[in-house]
T-cell receptor, first 112, second 115 residues
Framework: GQQVMQIPQYQHVQEGEDFTTYCNSSTTLSNIQWYKQRPGGHPVFLIQLVKSGEVKKQKRLTFQFGEAKKNSSLHITATQTTDVGTYFCAGPRETSGSRLTFGEGTQLTVNP | NAGVTQTPKFQVLKTGQSMTLQCAQDMNHEYMSWYRQDPGMGLRLIHYSVGAGITDQGEVPNGYNVSRSTTEDFPLRLLSAAPSQTSVYFC??????????????FGPGTRLTVT
């Protein structure tokens, strides 16, 4: 079946350092979505990318969708303590758009 | 709008008991889904629905039933609880679902323990 893998599983950074998490799918994705989950909370939608090679920015966050639509990345510039949480990517298979598969997530901790 | 609501917040069951986790949304979303979240395993899709009267299985459907008689409600039934079903359960909804599923709005979750 479809697999969506994320690396790294954990990342510890000092406040002000940059952070990147990578998402790779075993199959082509029709779109990629990114979510953030704070400790004890529920996942919250960040962004959706649809086009091959697409790049979108939200303040200090930069999201990329690969040319082959099988990988994606989230980069945070100059992390802050408010960035703490687990970041998930998720994508529906191109052949079955109604089933959303989540990656295992990258847990980010930020030392002040 | 209340968004996506889930009840109960916490539940403890004994092995073999059955129960229903409730999920409701007031955003008129067609697509609703149930996930379970276990440490280090992300979110795994249990069942989903692209509209009232239509349900389908996700990655881990065994031991769970769903129905979608209205647009608003999507209850998840545990038929005979097992310790392996100890998890946090999230309900989510979104516009669309056919052919593409969009931005998911998650409920606050139900933490279930089966002893």
């Amino acid at each position: 079946g479809q697999q969506v893998m994320q690396i790294p599983q954990y990342q510890h950074v000092q406040e002000g350092e940059d952070f990147t998490t990578y998402c790779n799918s075993s199959t082509t994705l029709s779109n990629i979505q990114w979510y953030k989950q704070r400790p004890g909370g529920h996942p919250v939608f960040l962004i959706q990318l649809v086009k091959s090679g697409e790049v979108k920015k939200q303040k200090r966050l930069t999201f990329q969708f690969g040319e082959a639509k099988k990988n994606s990345s989230l980069h945070i510039t100059a992390t802050q303590t408010t960035d703490v949480g687990t970041y998930f990517c998720a994508g529906p298979r191109e052949t079955s758009g109604s089933r959303l598969t989540f990656g295992e997530g990258t847990q980010l901790t930020v030392n002040p | 709008n209340a968004g996506v609501t889930q009840t109960p917040k916490f539940q403890v069951l004994k092995t073999g008991q059955s129960m229903t986790l409730q999920c409701a949304q007031d955003m008129n979303h067609e697509y609703m889904s149930w996930y379970r979240q276990d440490p280090g395993m992300g979110l795994r899709l249990i069942h989903y629905s692209v509209g009232a009267g239509i349900t389908d299985q996700g990655e881990v459907p065994n031991g769970y039933n769903v129905s979608r008689s209205t647009t608003e409600d999507f209850p998840l039934r545990l038929l005979s609880a097992a310790p392996s079903q100890t998890s946090v359960y999230f309900c989510a909804s979104s516009y669309g679902g056919r052919p593409l599923v969009g931005e998911q709005y998650f409920g606050p979750g139900t933490r279930l323990t089966v002893t």
